[in-house]
């Protein structure tokens, strides 16, 4: 009996001598992720002083921040860095995955010491007194009749990878403040006050001439993509018309070559077979075409950008005789468009603002199409007098003869709409179709911004009234300014 208490008493011994080396195994691998200073205590007392401050804070967020695989520094640089631009070039020829890589690297490094910049408080406040410096600078140089267009201060952002309109934001301020870049990254000042390691990762960071290069003409490139989702992000519903034009616009832009910019024309070429395949039959079917063209035949505001190519305005005129044609042989009588009456406005300045409103084109599709490449005007034409009665043919030749007199949709179909009524038929069936659903997810979000949660006890109709009544006000507030 003793000995097998004593036998189970050494058992017992073992077991808790083989737990407490497991428990000492486990708090060692647990230990991998601690910081060093918690793992030595000779270490931690000497520092303990120094992790109170903010900067030793924002210094280790920036250390594990700029944790990355030697692999892709050793890559970029070696394409980057040590090619000469003239042999970084016929690589990307012969190998369009190169392009692609470097590019992909690039905008990665950037986001990186952005995020640098922005973790470390003593060389964020540098960088924002810089840019300040900078940007008095431009506006000091401005004209005096240009003193109106000075540039505001414009901190460094960092974008949304998936969405090309934010990343032509952060590129235009990287590049803008290049100068600023290139300094603290190829050689920093002891004035910022950073430790010897966060110097010597800044360096890293750096950009070479051909990446400077290569990040403006992405930032070209993506500029016409900018520009187009401004065109069709507004608070108004866009008709399918206008994605015609735009899509339009940037095939041309794709599609034109530059000899003294080789980076962009790879670019483009890379662009342009994914632009063709997302734009293609594949998922843009041939009727979806012909309604867009239409669409924008019959929008006085877009008519003008069709006669840019006389074959597609051509191909545009017989879709809507073929169309306008089989609507008056259908056995429905077409319907009249009703006659709009607007009240009458005391301000002499917002006559003229709604005048000069029908005689324009969409300002931001004329910047978009200028952007592309499109640069041409085009002067209006007087108005043909008006025939109590017009044939398919007739109706069209007269819409053709007075479009660019008043290229306003809303104040040309009313006015002419009762003289062309199987052309006002089309209009009411190719209008109403919408080429994005930006204006009703801008409106959700507007109506969950006034239905927050310190206004929750709006009634259901007191958040239409105020989402009926928000645009009004603001182009009267608009116009009082």
């Not at 600078?137 to 309109?165: A, G, S, T």
């Not at 997810?441 to 009634?459: Q, V």
Request: charge should be negative; hydrophobic fraction near 30%; charged fraction near 25%.
């Amino acid at each position: 009996f003793f000995c097998s208490r004593e036998n189970t008493k050494s058992r017992d011994d073992d077991d808790d001598h083989q737990q407490q080396e497991n428990d000492d195994n486990i708090s060692i691998a647990d230990g991998e992720d601690i910081p060093e200073e918690y793992l030595n205590e000779s270490s931690s007392e000497n520092e303990e002083a120094l992790t109170k401050s903010t900067i030793d804070d924002d210094d280790e967020k920036e250390e594990s921040s700029l944790e990355t695989s030697d692999v892709e520094e050793e890559y970029s640089s070696t394409l980057a860095t040590d090619l000469e631009q003239d042999q970084f070039i016929e690589r990307c020829v012969a190998d369009e995955t190169v392009l692609l890589l470097t590019l992909h690297l690039l905008l990665k490094r950037m986001r990186k010491l952005i995020n640098f910049i922005h973790q470390s408080s003593v060389l964020d406040r540098y960088v924002k007194e810089r840019i300040e410096n900078k940007l008095q600078e431009i506006n000091n140089r401005l004209p005096p009749d240009q003193q109106q267009q000075h540039v505001q201060f414009k901190d460094l952002i960092i974008d949304f990878e998936i969405r090309w309109n934010t990343t032509y934001l952060m590129l235009q301020r990287f590049l803008l403040y290049c100068s600023i870049i290139t300094n603290i990254t190829q050689n920093p000042s002891n004035e910022i006050g950073l430790k010897e390691n966060q110097y010597e990762q800044l360096k890293k960071l750096a950009f070479s001439r051909t990446d400077w290069i290569l990040l403006m003409a992405t930032r070209n490139v993506l500029k016409s993509f900018y520009e187009a989702t401004t065109t069709l992000s507004t608070q108004k519903y866009e008709s399918i018309g206008i994605s015609y034009i735009v899509i339009t616009g940037l095939k041309k832009y794709l599609t034109t070559v530059k000899d003294e910019e080789p980076f962009e024309n790879l670019l483009k070429q890379e662009l342009l077979s994914k632009f063709n395949y997302y734009f293609g039959p594949i998922f843009i079917s041939y009727q979806q075409c012909q309604a867009s063209l239409i669409c924008a035949f019959l929008d006085p505001a877009l008519y003008v950008y069709l006669t840019f190519d006389q074959d597609e305005l051509g191909k545009a005129e017989k879709l809507v005789l073929q169309r306008a044609e089989f609507c008056r042989i259908s056995l429905q009588p077409p319907p009249l468009i009703t006659q709009v009456t607007t009240a009458n406005s005391s301000s002499s300045s917002r006559k003229d603002e709604q005048e000069q409103k029908q005689q324009l084109p969409s300002l931001s599709l004329n910047k978009f199409l200028k952007t592309c490449g499109i640069q041409e005007l085009i002067k209006t034409t007087e108005a043909v007098k008006i025939k109590e009665e017009y044939t398919v043919k007739e109706q069209v030749a007269f819409y053709v003869a007075n479009v660019k007199s008043l290229p306003n949709f809303e104040t040309f179909w009313t006015k002419y709409g009762e003289q062309l009524p199987d052309l006002v038929s089309l209009v009411k069936h190719y209008s109403c179709m919408q080429s994005t659903s930006v204006s009703s997810e801008s409106a959700f979000s507007i109506s969950g911004y006034i239905n927050r949660k310190t206004r929750c006890s709006l009634s259901s109709a007191a958040l239409r009234f105020s989402m009926c009544l928000k645009k009004p006000y603001e182009d009267e507030d608009n116009t009082c300014k």
